[in-house]
């Protein structure tokens, strides 16, 4: 992978996840409220066969969520990038952010990023954002970035009994708002 993106944003570095990055995975994963809309908690063993999905979709399809690293520390604080599994209901950009980066703005900057990037290199039409109802600190992220609610929306198995409402926006919708300043 000596081609994957490396995007800075003011604060943060996004890039593909490396080994390094696991042990702050697993702290989120470990934590209930931050996994209460990605699934539910899990062990360590589970969280590392989890935690794999993403560099395996880097090497598969050139493409994942990138881990989000804080530039003046170092400190892994999630992963947020473009997401598309088989049969997922559209192209997604999501993220999932380490309990103690929650308030700092950081999912915003990341998600602005990522979303730039899965339009220009990806050549995305639009993207979405599958959101659970309940999880309001997402689906006000959501509306920070631009997009709607477009109503409830259906996973694959093994989620297919999760409630979500499909949220997003188009490339037009993206660029329009990003050459508005927002």
Not at 55 to 80: C, D, I, R, T
Not at 113 to 128: N, P, R, S, T
């Amino acid at each position: 992978m000596s081609t994957a993106p490396v995007i800075e944003t003011q604060r943060l570095v996004l890039r593909v996840p490396q080994a390094g990055d696991f042990d702050r995975y697993a702290e989120l994963l470990a934590d209930e409220e931050a996994c209460r809309y990605i699934g539910g908690h899990q062990p360590r063993a589970a969280a590392w066969r989890k935690f794999l999905q993403m560099p395996g979709a880097w090497a598969v399809q050139g493409f994942a969520m990138f881990s989000v690293v804080e530039k003046s520390s170092g400190l892994w604080l999630g992963h947020v990038g473009p997401w598309r599994p088989e049969d997922w209901p559209g192209t997604e950009v999501g993220w999932s952010l380490h309990p103690d980066a929650w308030g700092k703005g950081y999912a915003t900057e990341a998600a602005e990023a990522a979303i730039d990037w899965a339009f220009a290199q990806l050549g995305w039409d639009e993207v979405i954002h599958c959101i659970d109802p309940a999880n309001a600190p997402s689906w006000r992220l959501a509306m920070r970035l631009g997009s709607r609610n477009r109503g409830p929306g259906r996973v694959p198995p093994p989620y297919e009994d999760a409630t979500i409402d499909i949220w997003g926006q188009t490339r037009q919708e993206w660029s329009a708002r990003r050459e508005r300043g927002g």
